[in-house]
């Protein structure tokens, strides 16, 4: 078992302080028939974390993230979203990282954050219609859900996931080196 070192630890929270400042200050609707889901580029810490110090670390780097919005925007409601951007994001970090994590090559890479970006859309696709829905908004799910998964849910998760993982692709080759010092 790996021990965590204080370098690590500073890694671990300084990625998702930059996590949580992309999360707070760059979210914007994606879809315009669901501004309530939000874009945003916080996964790009967690995955570039993720890849350099294993899914724990991205892992970490999800929650930490999350438990900042949360506590500063914790007057505007519900914590849905930041429960979803947990679980969603986990989905999609946590496959590609331990498929990294066994050869650390530029093929594995794109493999992991592709196989990330399917098990995020499903993943996103139960949560909702289970846990997500139910908690947030119960007549969605009597309104046509179909409907709604197929043209709203599906559709931006999946490019959520391709534009995270095409930036952490290009990015991750730059912030590595510095990771890894």
């Known amino acids: 078992m790996e021990r965590t070192t204080t370098k690590k630890i500073v890694k671990i929270a300084a990625l998702s ?24 580029f916080s996964d790009i810490p967690a ?22 919005h949360l506590m500063l925007k914790a007057n505007e409601g519900s914590p849905v979203g930041e429960l979803a ?4 994001g986990c ?5 590609a990282a331990l498929i990294y994590k066994r050869k650390k090559t530029r093929k594995n890479a794109v493999v992991g954050m592709s196989v990330g970006v399917v098990v ?5 696709v139960l949560f909702n219609y289970f846990v997500f829905l139910p ?7 009597t309104e046509g859900a179909g409907k709604y998964f197929l043209t709203v849910i599906i559709p931006f998760n999946f490019i ?19 990771l890894h010092k």
């Open 17 to 40: 302080a930059i996590a949580f400042i992309l999360y707070f200050i760059l979210e914007f609707p994606l879809l315009p028939g669901a501004p309530f889901l939000k874009f945003d």
């Open 91 to 95: 989905a999609y970090i946590i496959p």
């Open 47 to 68: 995955m570039v974390g993720a890849f350099a110090m294993g899914p724990v670390a991205g892992f970490l780097i999800q929650l930490i993230k999350n438990i900042l």
């Open 85 to 88: 951007n947990i679980i969603v």
């Open 160 to 178: 959520k996931g391709v534009i995270i993982s095409v930036v952490t692709f290009i990015l991750y080759k730059f912030i590595s080196p510095i």
């Open 120 to 124: 995020l859309v499903l993943v996103a």
């Open 135 to 141: 908690l947030y908004s119960p007549a969605l799910l």
